[in-house]
């Protein structure tokens, strides 16, 4: 190189140097690294579809359990209203005297029984609303369902 050209007149081998590098892969140690690297990759896809799917199955789970429980509840309401009519019809009955005092104590039994699975299918209900709407990430309040009656047997 003319020492014109670097502005000044003197230089010596010290002032000008390059550098190259560059690393074979002999072992195929870094092809190895990188494939193990796309492979950790691909498993961490792997692992957040298998989340989704599992998510999803929960919460179609929960929504059906939902649905269950207020067909069953819709049904428990349904007898507690009959068992409420049984134990009016059985109390006139034993207050004309048609039937012994039992009867009458029988029919309050079975409408304090059918009130109470009542009471605990709602309860269930209500459990099921929410787990469905932390399932969904949502508080119970903002998550509106709305029941479907089972179809009717053929």
């Given at each position: 190189i003319p020492p014109r050209f670097l502005g000044?007149?003197?230089?010596?081998?010290?002032?000008?140097?390059?550098?190259?590098?560059?690393?074979?892969?002999?072992?195929?140690?870094?092809?190895?690294?990188?494939?193990?690297?796309?492979?950790?990759?691909?498993?961490?896809?792997?692992?957040?579809q298998a989340v989704r799917l599992g998510l999803t199955s929960a919460i179609v789970s929960a929504y059906f359990a939902w649905q269950t429980d207020q067909a069953q509840l819709y049904d428990a309401e349904a007898l507690v209203r009959l068992q409420a009519r049984l134990h009016a019809l059985s109390a006139a009955r034993v207050q004309r005297g048609l039937d012994p005092e039992d009867a009458a104590t029988r029919a309050r039994l079975q409408l304090s029984q059918s009130e109470a699975?009542?009471?605990?299918?709602?309860?269930?209900?209500?459990?099921?609303?929410?787990?469905?709407?932390?399932?969904?990430?949502?508080?119970?309040?903002?998550?509106?369902?709305?029941?479907?009656?089972?179809?009717?047997?053929?």
């Open positions: 000044f007149t003197w230089y010596t081998q010290t002032d000008l140097a390059a550098q190259i590098d560059y690393s074979f892969d002999f072992w195929g140690k870094q092809q190895a690294e990188l494939a193990t690297r796309i492979d950790q990759a691909r498993a961490a896809q792997t692992e957040a699975q009542s009471v605990a299918l709602a309860g269930a209900g209500r459990s099921q609303h929410a787990v469905l709407a932390a399932l969904v990430g949502v508080a119970p309040a903002d998550l509106h369902l709305i029941a479907k009656p089972l179809p009717a047997p053929i």
